[in-house]
């Protein structure tokens, strides 16, 4: 048991032994099974021990030197610094680190630059768009007028001509490129035209892919996108939250919109934390890390195609892959559920143009940030498609004594694996 992960639980396991005894719990199972939600990650024993310091005791309404309480002398330098550390990082103008999560910051850019009823053009969400582009379900669908964009059928890729004709078409005040379920590279220089050519402000939200910019491994939306919103946990490797990227023309309205616009008192402890994990991304060994995440998704996308998976669009550029179990003849949650039983999870997803509905769609999303994080490369990810192929088969089968067998070989395996933050 390290140091850490005592000074973390201790107390807790004398004053809550039932909370304790579940996060105990969540510890082992984040150990014991392969990872592949392609949002999660495991953040570092530095970003933990943020995450649950004494900064959230402490309300601090507004922004640093112009707050709404006293005593903000360490809290303003914390925010500052991890502003600093974004504007440095991701090469900003202006950074607002105060946001919830990705879907309030989100919220916070339409509030910053739109009216009620005006019309916002995002990426379908069965396509891989998020809720927050628009979609029915969502605040930004009900209030705001959605129209949106997919991918071609034939190359599964987003069709910069298409995007440009309903562009044209629709007229939208703000255009978002980014999305939850995109296994390519997105073209923020291409939206960067389209939304020059109508008049619209263009958002990238790069919730997924931050840790990839940030490690260059994926092109940066900088100097193509005006406003970028971004989630902190996924492949950034921070805590939960999210922040808001600006150049200086778009800064005041953003910092309006979050607070007080949207929020009040901003979470500190995150903020510390954020810090910590930008920090993190600005070493040296965050680029390798961004770099291996890539080198695992195409090699499990190779792996699992060799096995006869068929891929959405054909594989990957970043840490995410689509499949689509049609032709294996499963539905994606069955599947998914028979994966999680033998150790491996990860989550059933729409495909485009899914011909099963959304609550049991024919694919799987598949990403590689977690198990990257733990140390695994591409012979792992072999092994993975090679207990992925024969958890689905046993679904297909109906042999469920195959799933303990595997989930007993992925404890073995993963032991030499361990992860930040929980002993072994
Ligand atoms: C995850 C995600 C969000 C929302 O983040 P939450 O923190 O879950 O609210 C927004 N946009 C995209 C593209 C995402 O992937």
């Not at 892919?209 to 100097?223: D, K, M, T």
Request: glycine share 10%; charged share 25%.
């Amino acid at each position: 048991m390290t140091d850490a992960y005592q000074a973390l639980t201790a107390s807790l396991a004398s004053a809550d032994p039932e909370i304790e005894r579940m996060i105990e719990a969540e510890g082992r199972r984040e150990s014991e099974k392969i990872r592949l939600i392609a949002s999660e990650n495991y953040v570092s024993e530095a970003v933990m021990q943020a995450t649950g310091s004494i900064l959230t005791n402490k309300y601090s309404e507004g922004y640093a030197r112009k707050r709404y309480y006293e005593g903000q002398q360490v809290i303003d330098e914390v925010e500052e610094t991890a502003i600093a550390r974004a504007k440095e990082l991701f090469g900003v103008e202006h950074a607002n680190v105060q946001p919830y999560s990705g879907s309030p910051a989100n919220l916070a850019v339409y509030l910053a630059f739109l009216k009620p009823g005006d019309t916002v053009m995002g990426m379908e969400l069965p396509m891989g768009g998020h809720l927050t582009h628009g979609s029915k379900v969502s605040a930004t669908g009900k209030w705001f007028n959605p129209v949106h964009y997919g991918v071609r059928r034939d190359t599964g890729r987003i069709d910069l001509d298409e995007v440009a004709e309903i562009a044209r078409k629709e007229r939208p005040k703000l255009i978002i490129c980014g999305g939850t379920a995109i296994p390519r590279t997105v073209d923020f220089e291409g939206f960067a035209k389209i939304a020059a050519e109508v008049d619209a402000l263009l958002m990238a939200d790069i919730a997924h892919i931050a840790g990839l910019v940030a490690g260059g491994a994926h092109p940066s939306p900088v100097g193509h996108a005006p406003v970028i919103t971004t989630t902190t946990h996924k492949t950034l490797r921070g805590p939960r939250g999210a922040m808001i990227m600006t150049d200086a023309d778009h800064a005041k309205a953003i910092d309006k919109a979050v607070f007080p616009g949207l929020q009040g008192g901003p979470h500190n402890h995150t903020t510390a934390a954020i810090a910590v994990a930008l920090r993190e991304a600005a070493h040296e060994s965050f680029k390798t890390y961004a770099q291996q995440i890539v080198k695992n998704s195409q090699a499990l996308a190779a792996a699992l195609a060799d096995r006869g998976y068929d891929l959405v669009s054909g594989g990957s550029d970043n840490h995410l892959n689509l499949v689509d179990l049609t032709p294996k003849d499963i539905g994606g949650k069955p599947a998914a559920k028979a994966l999680d039983k033998a150790g491996i999870e990860l989550n059933f997803n729409t495909v485009p143009f899914d011909t099963r509905k959304p609550f049991d769609p024919s694919g799987l999303r598949i990403g590689t940030a977690a198990v990257t994080t733990r140390g695994m490369t591409e012979g792992d990810m072999e092994l993975i498609a090679g207990w992925m192929d024969r958890a689905i088969s046993a679904a297909k089968a109906d042999k469920e004594s195959e799933y303990e067998v595997i989930a007993g070989e992925i404890r073995e395996f993963c032991k030499s694996y361990p992860i930040p933050g929980w002993h072994a």
